[in-house]
T-cell receptor, first 114, second 108 residues
Framework: KAGVTQTPRYLIKTRGQQVTLSCSPISGHRSVSWYQQTPGQGLQFLFEYFSETQRNKGNFPGRFSGRQFSNSRSEMNVSTLELGDSALYLC?????????????FGQGTRLTVV | GQQVMQIPQYQHVQEGEDFTTYCNSSTTLSNIQWYKQRPGGHPVFLIQLVKSGEVKKQKRLTFQFGEAKKNSSLHITATQTTDVGTYFCAPNDYKLSFGAGTTVTVRA
């Protein structure tokens, strides 16, 4: 079956702009989580969506937001981009359950803010 | 912040040798997952440990969950070049809280 698909793979934006990233989970997976990966901070949890509702949120400013659609596809938006937002943004999907299920990651979107 | 600490941060291994990476928490964990990320790739699930003292093996990889469920380890025997990458431990309580990872390089 198809894996987790993230688009676009690469993106260059200017400071102050906004960006929207997309994630299509594995068919049947209703939980989608987003992570930011940087060399200095490692893998940081952004938020998790389940059945179109944000179920968990990490410690990121309000400029970072997301949503999930009825088909479980998810988008995350970053407004007023800063240079420090340059990172690999990873999306992961998993089956609904108690939370103790494996996460399947997409290839990520490499965002560069200049 | 990160719930778990991983040591060492970097591991340089001679091909054929064994090594162990550790994952430590100050609190009791309900479970721990391990992921591997190859250079330029994305994290890939390796294993999940749930029970106190649990030991699981995958070929040359041995995963262990401590008796107190506060630490875990990954031991790799006879390291190969295919073992290159970063190994993350992550407690999963509706969200994964990744450790900083152990980045492994292999000398042929």
């Amino acid at each position: 079956k198809a894996g987790v698909t993230q688009t676009p793979r690469y993106l260059i934006k200017t400071r102050g702009q906004q960006v929207t990233l997309s994630c299509s989970p594995i068919s049947g997976h209703r939980s989608v989580s987003w992570y930011q990966q940087t060399p200095g901070q490692g893998l940081q949890f952004l938020f998790e969506y389940f059945s179109e509702t944000q179920r968990n949120k990490g410690n990121f400013p309000g400029r970072f937001s997301g949503r999930q659609f009825s088909n479980s596809r998810s988008e995350m938006n970053v407004s007023t981009l800063e240079l420090g937002d340059s990172a690999l943004y990873l999306c992961a999907s998993s089956l609904p359950g108690t939370g103790h299920t494996e996460a399947f990651f997409g290839q990520g979107t490499r965002l560069t803010v200049v | 912040g990160q719930q778990v600490m991983q040591i060492p941060q970097y591991q340089h291994v001679q091909e054929g040798e064994d090594f162990t990476t550790y994952c430590n928490s100050s609190t009791t964990l309900s479970n721990i997952q391990w992921y591997k990320q190859r250079p330029g790739g994305h994290p890939v699930f390796l294993i999940q440990l749930v029970k106190s003292g649990e030991v699981k093996k995958q070929k040359r990889l041995t995963f262990q969950f401590g008796e107190a469920k506060k630490n875990s380890s990954l031991h790799i025997t006879a390291t190969q070049t295919t073992d290159v990458g970063t190994y993350f431990c992550a407690p999963n309580d509706y969200k994964l809280s990744f450790g900083a990872g152990t980045t492994v390089t292999v000398r042929a």
